[in-house]
């Protein structure tokens, strides 16, 4: 069993900056991507952008420039530094990390951060 913990989120101007920290703890074997996802009030759940185990990243159009995705595959954690926050940014951040375990290939999702962009 794979556990994600996050940190981070809450509230911030427009404009402003917040670091989402997601770590990844159980039996692991080798992580395949770890990202983030959102979902804001009334709609679905979409990728904000995720990197995989070779480093390649992939962000949604509507961050790309402003959000910045890296990991840290010896402490197991994935970040998203985000800047020049937007109001439509605000959502609840899932962490989602996707690989391979001791019961066989898994995909675990942290429990949700609020990050809320409002003057």
């Known amino acids: 069993q794979v556990q994600l913990v996050e940190s981070g989120g809450g509230s911030v101007q427009p404009g402003g900056s917040v670091r989402l920290s997601c770590e990844a703890s159980?039996?692991?074997?080798?992580?395949?991507?770890m990202g983030w996802y959102r979902q804001a009030p009334g709609k679905e759940r979409e990728l904000v952008a995720e990197?995989?185990?070779?480093?390649?990243?992939n962000s949604a159009k509507s961050v790309k420039g402003r959000f910045a995705i890296s990991r840290d595959d010896a402490a197991l954690t994935v970040s998203l530094q985000m800047n020049s926050l937007k109001p439509e940014d605000t959502a609840v951040y899932y962490c989602?990390?996707?690989?391979?375990?001791?019961?066989?290939?898994?995909?675990?999702w942290g429990q949700g951060t609020q990050v809320t962009v409002s003057s």
């Open positions: 989602n990390v996707r690989g391979g375990g001791v019961l066989g290939p898994f995909e675990s």
């Open positions: 159980g039996s692991i074997f080798s992580i395949d991507s």
């Open positions: 990197i995989t185990s070779g480093g390649t990243t």
